[in-house]
């Protein structure tokens, strides 16, 4: 795999829309920002609108943990890192961060994300030339993120 990157998938500031009546960022747009995430993430593998259309293959998100850790406030930079946790034929498993412009962790979104063969509507290899993209993606390395694999529950 691929060795980690510094270079963000996806950059935006926090909309004037965004910002909830406790005066930061509702915590339903920082799902929308991760969304946004997503589709970054399907550009950059070769599945935007001509390559979904090209292979008839798009990505669905099976599953999503979203861990809040600071607030975002209006007009804030924000940039969304991604992590390749692990990957199958037709599956990705993968860590967004969402971080401030002094790097501060604000969020993450653990996603489990499936390829999908439009025709059939069913779950498909992902063609070879996005394969070979997704091989390139900065991959987790040695150390597991601790955002990655947590569950929620109540300690007692």
């Known amino acids: 795999m691929a060795a980690m990157s510094d270079a963000p998938l996806f950059q935006?500031?926090?909309?004037?829309?965004?910002?909830?009546y406790n005066g930061h960022m509702n915590d339903a747009e920082y799902a929308r920002v991760f969304s946004l995430a997503v589709e970054a993430l399907m550009d950059?593998?070769?599945?935007?609108?001509?390559?979904?259309?090209?292979?008839?293959?798009?990505?669905?998100?099976?599953?999503?943990?979203?861990?809040?850790?600071?607030?975002?406030?209006?007009?804030?930079?924000?940039?969304?890192?991604?992590?390749?946790?692990?990957?199958?034929?037709?599956?990705?498993?993968?860590?967004?961060?969402?971080?401030?412009a002094d790097g501060d962790t604000l969020a993450t979104s653990e996603q489990m994300l499936m390829g999908i063969d439009v025709e059939s509507g069913r779950p498909?290899?992902?063609?070879?030339?996005?394969?070979?993209?997704?091989?390139?993606?900065?991959?987790v390395g040695e150390e597991w993120p601790s955002a990655a694999g947590c569950k929620i529950g109540i300690r007692r």
């Open 44 to 100: 950059r593998v070769g599945l935007d609108e001509a390559g979904r259309a090209d292979h008839g293959y798009t990505i669905y998100t099976l599953e999503t943990h979203l861990c809040y850790r600071q607030q975002a406030h209006r007009g804030e930079a924000l940039a969304v890192a991604l992590t390749l946790l692990d990957s199958d034929s037709k599956r990705l498993h993968v860590l967004f961060t969402l971080t401030n």
């Open 124 to 139: 498909g290899a992902f063609p070879e030339p996005v394969a070979a993209a997704v091989r390139t993606l900065p991959a």
């Open 12 to 20: 935006t500031r926090v909309k004037d829309a965004w910002v909830d």
